[in-house]
């Protein structure tokens, strides 16, 4: 009697859970769904990018997964990337707030805040501060070149030798941003900047792997002391740091006189008062760390994938060479103005940053509203997956989508031309508000670098492997470069 009762329930949650586990009418296609795992089943957890595309060509460029009980819409192609984020960008400019990712920023931070008022105000604050500390002036680029010098001397002390880059251009990205927001560059073996930057580079990697997913997809795991945990740990010790900083900056300040962005943030909570607004000094804490975070593993990994396809397709790196040559004639330095010279440069770094991918999923959005999307509905508060890879490999959109050629980005008059599908900083509402800032590093960093030097693939190195390391972003395999000190130099 007992067995035939438990039975009998057993069915009736299992049909609860398959009902459930319904796609609602008219959602994107997919998979069939499982009962409390979802699809997750479909996907590679270590890296889902071939699962997506293995997928998008049976569903289209808009099919949904349920990740466990979430139900989630993957967007590929440029036309439904842009009818999402640009012609509709206010209907999918929302961030989920109950992931992972939410749980270890603790909801404090800029790139995951919400659509809404204060994410608005934040948003506004750093791109008007960026700009008043020099973005599209010249500060900008003085603060890029001071921190240039410092890889030039790096790079001289290894001539004839060969080095890992990795580290070099991370507290390269990672100095420029903290110069912006702290007011202060890092001696790069100085503590703060060793563990900052180790912390994050370990969380980017754990936050896209397998246990995240298990997190986000089966919140009965929560509090159990998996892997993820050390992403917490580490989030605690950068927080740590910048109490201190800020805490010296208090001391130090002269009201009225920012020095930087934390100064600047400061004199905005004293010019707001108690008008209740989203701005707090705890929130400062984590919206520094966001910006700091954003802004170095993302150029830095753009540059270590530029150098590597630099090194190896030497005709490519000679021919930069030649126009920068050409175009730095008789000047000492060059300046980011002095990209409209060089149609040649421009359409490699566009190329680089293509091939790098180096934000494959982008960031989740979710809807604000009851939407649709390339005619299907898609519920207020879905999950939404950005596929970008799919917008910056997508055949018919460039002339070489599978392959390193800066032809990409240029015309038949050998003029450059950015094709709209170029979406590396994403696009409408929640684009990358540093665009401005990366494009300025990635330009002044690989010009300066390679007027100095050659770059040369060691012999000893075997096949270069161009397959990247997955996680938030993606980075090449770990390589060492020769270095050569040119002879126009
Ligand atoms: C090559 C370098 C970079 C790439 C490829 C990149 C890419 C991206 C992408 C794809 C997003 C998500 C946009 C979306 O959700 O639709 C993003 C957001 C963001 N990026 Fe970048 N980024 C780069 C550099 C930077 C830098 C240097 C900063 C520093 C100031 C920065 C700050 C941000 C912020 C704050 C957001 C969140 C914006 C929001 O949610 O409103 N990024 N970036």
């Avoid at 390269?172 to 110069?179: E, V």
């Avoid at 008062?273 to 993302?298: C, K, N, P, Q, V």
Wanted: glycine share 6%; aromatic share 10%; net charge negative.
């Amino acid at each position: 009697m007992f067995a035939s009762i438990f039975l009998i329930w057993l069915c009736l949650v299992f049909l609860v859970l398959l009902l459930k586990s319904q796609r609602p009418k008219n959602f994107p296609p997919g998979p069939p769904i499982l009962p409390i795992l979802g699809n997750i089943l479909h996907l590679s957890l270590e890296n889902p990018l071939k699962d997506f595309e293995r997928l998008r060509n049976t569903y289209g460029n808009v099919y949904s997964l349920f990740l466990g009980t979430r139900p989630a819409v993957i967007i590929n192609g440029m036309k439904a990337m842009k009818e999402a984020m640009v012609t509709k960008g206010t209907d999918f400019a929302g961030r989920p707030q109950d992931l992972f990712v939410n749980d270890a920023t603790q909801r404090k931070g800029l790139i995951l805040a919400d659509y809404g008022s204060s994410w608005r105000d934040h948003r506004r604050f750093a791109l008007a501060t960026l700009r008043n500390f020099g973005l599209g002036k010249h500060s900008m680029e003085e603060r890029i070149r001071t921190e240039i010098q410092y890889t030039v001397d790096t790079l001289e002390k290894s001539i004839g030798n060969t080095l890992n880059p990795q580290v070099m251009f991370h507290n390269a990205a990672s100095n420029i941003i903290c110069q912006v927001l702290f007011g202060t560059r890092y001696e790069y073996d100085d503590e703060f900047i060793k563990v900052i930057v180790q912390c994050f580079t370990e969380n980017t990697k754990i936050t896209n792997g397998p246990w995240t997913v298990l997190y986000d997809s089966f919140p009965i795991i929560h509090d159990l002391p998996l892997p993820f945990t050390k992403v917490l740990k580490n989030v605690e010790t950068c927080r740590n740091l910048v109490i201190g900083l800020i805490k010296e900056h208090k001391k130090t300040r002269v009201h009225g006189e920012p020095r930087d962005f934390v100064d600047c943030y400061l004199d905005e909570l004293n010019k707001r008062g108690d008008d209740g607004s989203s701005f707090s000094e705890e929130r400062l804490i984590m919206y520094a760390l966001d910006l700091h975070f954003a802004g170095t593993d993302t150029t830095s990994n753009t540059l270590l994938t530029g150098f590597l396809y630099l090194m190896t397709y030497p005709h490519i790196q000679e021919r930069c060479q030649q126009e920068i040559d050409e175009v730095l004639e008789g000047k000492d330095q060059a300046s980011f103005d002095d990209r409209h010279n060089m149609p040649y440069m421009q359409a490699v770094i566009h190329e680089v940053q293509r091939i790098a991918n180096t934000v494959p999923l982008s960031v989740p959005h979710c809807t604000t509203k009851d939407t649709e999307l390339m005619g299907y509905s898609i519920p207020r508060g879905t999950l939404i997956i950005p596929n970008l890879t799919s917008v910056l490999n997508e055949e018919g959109q460039w002339k070489f989508p599978n392959e390193f050629n800066p032809e990409n980005f240029l015309n038949d008059q050998g003029e450059f031309v950015k094709p709209e599908t170029f979406m590396p900083f994403s696009a409408g509402p929640r684009m990358c508000l540093g665009e401005g800032l990366a494009r300025m590093e990635l330009f002044l960093i690989m010009v300066t670098l390679l007027r100095k030097f050659k770059f040369i693939w060691p012999e000893d190195a075997g096949e270069p492997d161009y397959t990247p390391v997955y996680g938030v972003t993606l980075n090449p395999k770990p390589y060492r470069m020769k270095i050569q000190l040119r002879a126009t130099q």
